[in-house]
């Protein structure tokens, strides 16, 4: 696609349920971020993808959170048993190569944990 | 433990006028800085970014300026548009394999007309 899409772009969901939140990156990208920004807070990082492998999952805040990416495209960053905590924008970026430096961003998508 | 910072959550200038936009980083491992601008509910939008063996890049009213022995860039912006009004993130990058971004909390500039 022309840019990176992310749905739903708005969530709100009840504590302690699933919730699913999609990145299509630009086509061709094979470096893969999330990122989140919690209210008051600077971007911070949670997982990166290199086509299809996760090499680096450091930044995921705990076990609740996982990541996928299939056909080195499409991604599904899945928080279980939300918390209110996990309230935040969560951005997903793409990068032509991770050598690349410069990465494009999706609108993000606003998650309420209530 | 903040590896990049903005120390100025704000700033407003005159139409016209330069806007100076700060950051200081404290990891001697990064090489590449940029900046990053965001509106309200979209992501950010990639501005300009510098390596670590420049000191200077520039494109169009861009300017960014790093002083590694300083630990500092700023981003330059001249002159000034009321569209330029945004949140401007600060964000570092060190050598790897995986680029992930280290980002500062931002500056909102106001241009005012």
């Known amino acids: 696609g022309a840019g990176v899409s992310q749905s739903p772009s708005n969530k709100v969901t009840e504590k302690g349920k699933d919730v699913e939140l999609r990145c299509d990156p630009i086509?061709?990208?094979?470096?893969l971020y999330w990122y989140r920004q919690s209210l008051g807070q600077g971007l911070e990082f949670l997982i990166y993808?290199?086509?299809?492998?996760?090499?680096?999952k450091s930044g995921l805040p705990s076990d609740r959170f996982s990541a996928e990416r299939t056909g080195g495209s499409v991604s599904t960053l899945t928080i279980q048993r939300t918390q209110q905590e996990d309230s935040a924008v969560y951005l997903c970026a793409s990068s032509r190569t991770a050598r690349r430096v410069e990465a494009f961003f999706g609108q993000g998508t606003r998650l309420t944990v209530v | 433990d903040q590896q990049v910072k903005q120390n100025s959550p704000s700033l407003s200038v005159q139409e016209g006028r330069i806007s100076i936009l700060n950051c200081d980083y404290t990891?001697?491992?990064?090489?590449?800085f940029l900046w990053y601008k965001k509106y309200p509910a979209e992501g950010p939008t990639f501005l300009i970014s510098i390596s670590s063996i420049k000191d200077k890049n520039e494109d169009g009213r861009f300017t960014v300026f790093l002083n590694k022995s300083a630990k500092h860039l700023s981003l330059h912006i001249v002159p000034s548009q009321p569209g330029d009004s945004a949140v401007y993130f600060c964000?570092?990058?060190?050598?790897?394999?995986?680029?992930?971004?280290?980002w500062g909390l931002g500056t909102s500039l106001a241009v005012n007309p």
């Open positions: 964000a570092a990058s060190a050598a790897g394999n995986n680029r992930k971004l280290i």
């Open positions: 990891n001697s491992m990064f090489d590449y």
């Open positions: 086509s061709g990208h094979t470096a």
């Open positions: 993808f290199q086509g299809n492998s996760a090499p680096d």
